[in-house]
């Protein structure tokens, strides 16, 4: 299949699939409403196969030190999946499989999925990393850009989480876990049980963000959106915390959208 662009429908809302844009949500409409900050580098991508920030672009991979193209100087940030085109290989009403290839900057030859899956009140993202020779350190990750304002008052973020990691002046961990702290945030934080976090439009829409996984970037320091980034480990993982993807072990996570109206 090719890489053009895919609308899936449930009931009313209504999801855009850029695959030749990086795999990424173009959009999701519910009721008519768009919930994500439209353009190229916006929407919701993939981060793949590394979340957030490594230091200085370098990682330890086996006894090897990686160098990655420093796209957010002086560090390398999101993965290189989200630069990239992926390919359908499924479709259908309310879902898309779509495939990416690991490549050059990527030290190892590795495959992609994600499964994009849509139901009348829940979006449900799915991916692995799959690999059939090497085995590597990855993250997995999704960075949605959630319009602050739907047209009435401001979003409002409610979320609990057991720690927050301090952020040195690089913007990374520390490796320090601090007791959470008031916003505005680009800061990563551990929900042990699980990300769970919800999004309020007052009078409009609520919408929840949830995941296995236990680790969650926010990021609101921006007018027009809120990101709320569920992930396989905290930025710089790939040194701090990897998950090695071995040829017998890949690595997978989920996070589900539930939205109800208000």
């Known amino acids: 299949m090719s890489n053009d662009d895919i609308t899936l429908t449930a009931g009313d809302a209504e999801v855009s699939v850029r695959p030749g844009n990086g795999g990424r949500i173009g959009g999701l409409r519910i009721g008519g409403v768009e919930l994500l900050r439209q353009g190229e580098r916006f929407g919701c991508f993939p ?10 672009g370098r990682f330890l991979d086996g006894a090897t030190v990686r160098q990655m193209p420093l796209n957010s100087p002086p560090h390398a940030i999101h993965g290189t999946a ?20 690991l490549v050059d900057p990527w030290p190892h030859p590795g ?18 990393v ?11 990750g999704w960075h949605p850009w959630f319009h602050r304002n739907l047209g009435g008052e401001d979003v409002q973020l409610d ?6 990691e301090e952020r040195g002046a690089d913007h990374l961990p520390t490796g320090n876990r601090v007791d959470p702290r008031p916003g505005p945030w680009d ?12 999004l309020t439009w007052p009078g409009q829409l609520q919408l929840k963000v949830a995941s296995r996984e236990e680790w969650v970037v926010v990021y609101d320091e921006q007018a027009e959106a809120v990101c709320v980034e569920p992930q396989t480990g905290p930025p710089n993982g790939l040194n701090t915390l990897p998950r090695l993807v071995t040829p017998l072990e890949p690595l997978e996570a989920a996070t589900t959208w539930s939205w109800r109206p208000l």
């Open 47 to 56: 981060m793949v196969p590394w979340c957030g920030r490594i230091r200085e």
């Open 82 to 101: 989200r630069d990239g085109g992926w390919h359908t290989a499924r479709l259908s009403e309310n879902e898309a499989v779509m495939t990416y290839e």
């Open 111 to 128: 495959r992609v999925t994600q499964i994009v899956a849509l139901a009348e009140d829940s979006l449900t993202l799915t991916m692995s």
């Open 130 to 140: 799959e690999t059939y020779e090497d085995s590597f350190p990855a993250q997995i």
């Open 159 to 164: 979320f609990k989480p057991a720690w927050q």
């Open 187 to 198: 800061d990563c934080f551990g929900m042990p049980g699980g990300v769970d976090v919800t």
